[in-house]
């Protein structure tokens, strides 16, 4: 007997901690009766196919979500033809709201799991291993084609084992863990303000646990709590475990809600090694008649507050979200919103679109509000009362220049300069989209280096008294991110006479002393000029409170990729 627990990842560095929960919880008694096989959305259904049946499972359970449901279903209309005797169940949050519904639309489905599914599992491997599989109706927490069983209830979450016993299946990849279940919001659009109770793991399994990750230097660990701070003294205790074990090397992702953090909980994170914590923060408006149709208290100012404080100190990774086609958002009030979020210059501004998800209570307001969705997943919105569709994909294509030139942090003080000649930010992105369309660049996507090409030409057009500081603006971020040999057409020549003597006495003298590169003390001055970049600029490209036309004169700049910054990636520079 074989219960292949199949995920579909969105990508490879994701992994899916819903099964190895699954089969964690159940590993002491069905052991033998258990697989996992993982797989990506961007491999074809034929060949995930084909691995699924030549495992030769007995029974099959998916694990479900918006990202892979197109390719679970495209399995499902094939794994009955290749594996007739073979039973199916389905889970995860995808299936959970509609699970009568898709039974009626899948008839090969044996049934599905709902909501929480370790115990109800496990029981259901009980009657695979006894061959009682007559009848599912006594097992908690399904759906039959007979109808639903007996509500499954809550688990003890301290009663649930830790699902990983070695780092080495997720080598390159990120690790996901939660210390908590539940949201105490209820925020309209999302499937976690179903779960009303928070439910917080035993504090000292928590850092056992965590223990485990430091001690095998994992590169990421992923919190999956849907908001971690909610209780104080549970994020202190996790965040202070960190800064007093931190390994040097292992980064912890947390989603937090921005306005409830304490000055305590602040002065803690302050002193937090670079790149040891990065925190996501669900913004998703600063409309306030927005903010109160989707259920969601937040204290706007205190938010704002709270980034900027954190963000002093520079040791710590702020990712903050929008979410466009919320009720009463328009796309001026929408403009609104993303200016104020960008003003509070987060390391990533993700500008989202509302999906609307099977069980959540916006789901049953579609009416109310106007709102049409794509009817396959994601279920992504079209238009609503007050956003057409027209505005969605300009939308669209502005999310796309943030992705690009924003969010990608490699043009972060071309950007910065830029912003000032526009009437905001907003302003700067939308036309930058529309330069993007003119210039046919949606169609033919440039490559990562032409961007900056394409950067310098819009800048110039909207601002052509300060070219040439564009030029070294955009030859500093090259520089600070990529060691390039050949350059963009802006970029002065570097064969220039006098440049090229300049470099050569440099690392010439540089190879003698190691005045700048101490660090490099194993490499003679070839070497040396391999592994480092040097570059003249006539403007203070690296102070944009001084840069402009007036203020020049000769200055070299030394960029170190053997010491780059742990939250920027940004290589380290010496003016010399």
Request: glycine share 4%; with cysteine.
């Amino acid at each position: 007997m074989k219960f292949l627990l199949v995920a579909i990842n969105s990508k490879y560095i994701h992994s899916n901690p819903a099964i190895y929960s699954l089969y964690a919880y159940s590993e002491d008694k069905y052991a033998d009766m258990m697989e996992i096989a993982e797989f990506t959305i961007n491999q074809r259904t034929e060949e995930i196919l084909a691995q699924i049946y030549e495992r030769k499972p007995d029974v099959i359970g998916f694990s479900c979500y918006i990202w892979n449901w197109n390719v679970v279903t495209e399995l499902l209309s094939n794994l009955s033809k290749v594996l007739p005797e073979t039973d199916i169940w389905l889970g995860g949050p995808q299936v959970s709201y509609n699970a009568a519904e898709i039974l009626n639309q899948f008839s090969d489905i044996t049934g599905i799991m709902i909501g929480e599914g370790e115990v109800t599992f496990s029981e259901l491997l009980s009657k695979y291993k006894s061959g009682d599989t007559a009848d599912f109706s006594d097992v908690a927490g399904l759906c039959l084609k007979s109808g639903f069983t007996t509500p499954r209830g809550t688990t003890d979450f301290s009663n649930l084992p830790f699902m990983y016993h070695s780092t080495e299946p997720f080598i390159n990849r990120i690790i996901y863990y939660e210390s908590s279940r539940g949201c105490p919001y209820r925020c309209s659009y999302c499937l976690s303000s179903i779960d009303k109770t928070v439910r917080l793991r035993d504090i000292l399994l928590v850092k056992k646990e965590l223990k485990f990750f430091l001690d095998n230097k994992v590169k990421q660990v992923k919190f999956v709590d849907r908001t971690f701070n909610c209780m104080h003294k549970h994020a202190m205790e996790i965040w202070k475990f960190l800064y007093e074990n931190d390994n040097g090397i292992t980064n912890f992702h947390f989603e937090i809600s921005a306005d409830i953090i304490t000055d305590e909980e602040i002065d803690l994170l302050k002193k937090m090694r670079p790149g040891l914590v990065q925190l996501e923060i669900g913004v998703q408006t600063t409309n306030e008649k927005t903010l109160e149709a989707i259920n969601r208290k937040m204290n706007l100012e205190r938010l704002e507050v709270v980034v900027s404080e954190i963000k002093k100190n520079h040791n710590i990774h702020q990712h903050l979200d929008l979410i466009a086609g919320l009720p009463y958002e328009d796309y001026d009030s929408f403009k609104i919103s993303f200016d104020r979020v960008y003003a509070m210059r987060p390391d990533q501004l993700q500008l989202g679109f509302l999906k609307v998800l099977s069980g959540t209570l916006i789901s049953n307001q579609i009416d109310d509000f106007g709102i049409k969705y794509t009817k396959q997943p994601p279920y992504e919105v079209l238009y609503t009362k007050w956003l057409s569709y027209s505005d969605v994909i300009k939308l669209k294509k502005i999310e796309e220049m943030v992705e690009l030139y924003y969010n990608s942090n490699q043009f972060v003080n071309t950007l910065e300069f830029l912003v000032r000649v526009f009437n905001s930010p907003f302003s700067m992105f939308e036309k930058l989209s529309n330069f993007f369309e003119e210039n046919g660049y949606f169609t033919n996507s440039p490559s990562r280096i032409y961007r900056y090409e394409v950067l310098y030409d819009f800048a110039v057009q909207n601002d052509s008294d300060n070219k040439e500081i564009y030029a070294e603006l955009l030859t500093y971020d090259l520089y600070l991110r990529e060691n390039l040999k050949s350059r963009p057409s802006f970029c002065k020549s570097l064969l220039e006479k006098e440049y090229k003597d300049y470099r050569h006495v440099f690392y010439k003298e540089e190879e003698k002393t190691r005045k700048y590169l101490p660090n490099l003390s194993d490499y003679n001055g070839r070497q040396l000029s391999g592994m480092t970049h040097l570059e003249e600029f006539k403007y203070l490209v690296w102070d944009l409170n001084k840069i402009n036309l007036d203020n020049v004169g000769s200055k070299y700049v030394l960029f170190d990729y053997s010491r780059r910054s742990p939250l920027t990636n940004e290589a380290f520079t010496i003016m010399i």
